[in-house]
């Protein structure tokens, strides 16, 4: 009896530990995968420019330059779903979900609430980061929410509010801790029912600027500065070809 209690005990916490050690080959598949690179310029107005680089030595030959304050990124698009990173980018940001979580980042970024001076980065960027890509999600999230509302007969105005219930009920936000990595790790989140989008900057050591999808369902967002974050996530809504509404109160 001891020992089945014993087992039972060591068993869930060995399976959770397992879960964690596969976390880092879950947001960086070993195997090959097909990368894009694009520059995405910050202009002094706050919008932001996407293009290859090949779109950018054109326009440079030709006598165009940055203004004046611009502030540009190098950022890698990598895909290994079907070895085209952008329409995995879009296939994966447009599926439909049951549920959808963004991982903040490291639980240093709670200093931005506390004490922002002892932040490793940006919090400004990163808060821009966060709530942008958090908009961006549940967004694209909550449309099939609202066709499955008109589908059952609801009208335009009930459609939307059941949409943005279903939405907030399905969202979650979380740090990565030993739990998160451990789910990633086993596959039970940043799966084709459950998305999960995981932001690594500066605060957790990110030493790249790049957009990973990594399988159905799991995005990473690595940039060496808060400020490189937010351009990614400016280039995943020039991918996904994604307008706001003119009065929309999110950054362009």
Known sequence: MLIVAVLVIVAPIAYAFYGYTQFNSAINPSKP??????????????????????????????????PAGSK????????????????DVNMTFRAPYERFTVVLGDTSVKMCSSEPKNYPGSCPERAATVSEITALTSTLFKRYYYWEAIKNGM?????????????????SKGYLTFVTKAEIGLGRMGTKKHLAVVIIGPAEGADVNQITVARPGLVVLEGKSDAALRAEVALIEKILNFKWPENSTATR
């Open 33 to 66: 995968g097909a990368t894009h690179t694009y520059i995405v310029i910050r202009m002094p107005s706050g919008e932001y420019l996407a293009m290859t680089p090949r779109d950018y030595l054109n326009l440079t030959s030709m006598g165009w330059e940055p």
């Open 72 to 87: 540009g990124h190098l950022i890698n698009v990598t895909g290994y779903v079907t070895g085209f990173p952008e329409v």
């Open 155 to 171: 009208d335009n105005t009930s459609a939307k509010m059941y949409a943005y219930e279903q939405t907030m009920k399905r969202f």
